[in-house]
């Protein structure tokens, strides 16, 4: 199993261009009403005051879709993970516009906030349009590896769900390899159409808009974390 500590190192640029002034006051007076406590454990209770169903996002670019989730869905409490500053200007952005009170904002590794939450408490979680790192050399960069996954799974509640988009020709058969080794997931597809086409409820990323542009074909998996027990879960 790979260590989550191999990813630990986060690859990839975390400031573009430097910030205009509203951007940088979103940041100076936004973010810190947002921001995910940097010690101890996280759970609903600390991050959002009452004991709400929990959602992650991870690497969430700038955020439309972690918005639109969060919009579709008041009652829940949606953490989104994002190095990249740019992209936490753009989430930012979307609270502000959208008045949302259900964000928190971990600008930083995702690895470092799922280990802080319990396990079984987030009751769904998204990776989508991953860096590919299509190197093979590279491999062990990629989130989908069993030990940043395998993490994921235990913080997810048994029935909660996982899912992953990507359209990248590499990573989807690498995906495909790692997800199929881990028993905690149930794949829930049962035709094509359950991985050609995009789900309603799946508001379409900034990434998949430009793969869409350049006329790549997309895939969108949906995972059931199922009741393997934990013990099961750090052996496999
Ligand atoms: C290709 S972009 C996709 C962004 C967005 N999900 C979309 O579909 O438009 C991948 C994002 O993942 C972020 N990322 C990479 N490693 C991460 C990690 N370990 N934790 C959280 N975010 C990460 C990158 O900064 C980048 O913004």
Not at 44 to 49: I, N, S
Not at 143 to 153: K, R, S, Y
Request: net charge neutral.
């Amino acid at each position: 199993m790979t260590d989550p500590l191999t990813i630990r190192r986060l690859y990839g640029r975390r400031q573009g261009h430097a910030l205009r002034a509203g951007q940088a006051e979103l940041v100076d007076v936004l973010l810190p009403t947002l921001e995910v406590p940097a010690d101890g454990a996280l759970d609903a209770v600390r991050l959002f005051g009452d004991d709400r169903p929990l959602a992650i996002e991870i690497g969430f670019g700038k955020g439309e879709h972690m918005a639109q989730q969060a919009a579709m869905a008041p009652e829940m409490g949606f953490i989104g993970c994002e190095p990249f500053l740019d992209g936490v200007v753009g989430a930012l952005m979307q609270v502000r516009d959208r008045d949302l009170a259900n964000v928190r904002v971990h600008m930083g590794d995702a690895i470092e906030v799922l280990e802080r939450l319990p396990d079984a408490s987030l009751d769904r979680g998204w990776l989508l349009h991953p860096d590919p790192w299509p190197k093979a050399r590279h491999a062990k960069r990629r989130f989908m590896n069993p030990g940043p996954i395998g993490l994921l799974a235990a913080k997810l509640k048994c029935g909660g769900e996982f899912r992953f988009g990507t359209d990248h020709p590499v990573y989807v058969r690498w995906a495909m390899m790692v997800m199929a080794g881990l028993p905690q997931f149930e794949w829930q597809a049962d035709s094509p159409q359950d991985f050609l086409v995009r789900p309603e409820d799946w508001p379409e990323t900034r990434y998949e808009a430009k793969a869409r542009a350049k006329g790549h074909e997309v895939w969108y998996f949906r995972y059931r974390r199922t009741e393997v027990p934990a013990a099961i879960v750090t052996a496999a």
